[in-house]
C-alpha cells in the first residue's frame, strides 16, 4: 500500500503531540505499518484512505498512552533491588503488608483484585458496584500512595 509510505510524515505529525515521545511514536508507525500489510485488502477502506489512516493511527497511540498511564506494579517493584536471603524476603513482605494497611478499604480491595485475582477494571466495577473510572483512578492512586510509604520504609 503507497498510501502509508505518502502519507507517513503526517501521520507521524499526528502522533507525535499524542504520544510526546519520538520512540513511542515511531513504534506506533510501526505497529500502523503492520497493521496495513496484514490486513486483507479487501477490508481495507475504498474511499478516502487518508482519513481511516489518521483514525487508526489516533486510536493506537491513544490506545498506548492509556495502557501506559496504568503503571504496572511490576515496573516499580523490579526498582527495589531483589532480596538475596530469606530474612530479606520476610522484611519485605512485612514491609509490602505495612503499605498496604495505609490503604483505605476500597482502594485495598481494588489493589487485591487487580494483582491478586487479576481482574479488569471493568470487572472489578461491576464487583464493587463502582463506576469503572473511579475504580481507575483509585488504583492508579493506591499505587502511587503505595510507592510512596514503600519509599519512605526502605
Not at 487479576?118 to 458496584?129: D, P, V
Request: charged share 30%; proline share 4%.
Amino acid at each position: 500500500m503507497n498510501d502509508f509510505e505518502e502519507h507517513s510524515k503526517e501521520l507521524y505529525r499526528t502522533v507525535r503531540p499524542i504520544l510526546n515521545n519520538d520512540d513511542d511514536a515511531n513504534d506506533i508507525m510501526a505497529e500502523l505499518f503492520l497493521k496495513i500489510h496484514t490486513t486483507a485488502h479487501e477490508s481495507l477502506p475504498t474511499k478516502n484512505r487518508k482519513a481511516w489512516l489518521r483514525t487508526v493511527a489516533k486510536n493506537l497511540a491513544r490506545n498506548k498512552l492509556k495502557h501506559d498511564s496504568y503503571c504496572s506494579p511490576i515496573e516499580w517493584v523490579d526498582d527495589i533491588p531483589h532480596p538475596s536471603s530469606l530474612e530479606e524476603t520476610v522484611q519485605a513482605k512485612i514491609d509490602f503488608e505495612i503499605a498496604l494497611s495505609y490503604l483505605g478499604e476500597i482502594k485495598r480491595r481494588i489493589v487485591a483484585e487487580k494483582i491478586g485475582n487479576q481482574r479488569t477494571h471493568k470487572e472489578i466495577a461491576l464487583l464493587l458496584g463502582l463506576p469503572e473510572g473511579t475504580v481507575r483512578r483509585q488504583y492508579r492512586e493506591a499505587l502511587a500512595q503505595l510507592r510512596r510509604v514503600l519509599t519512605n520504609i526502605n
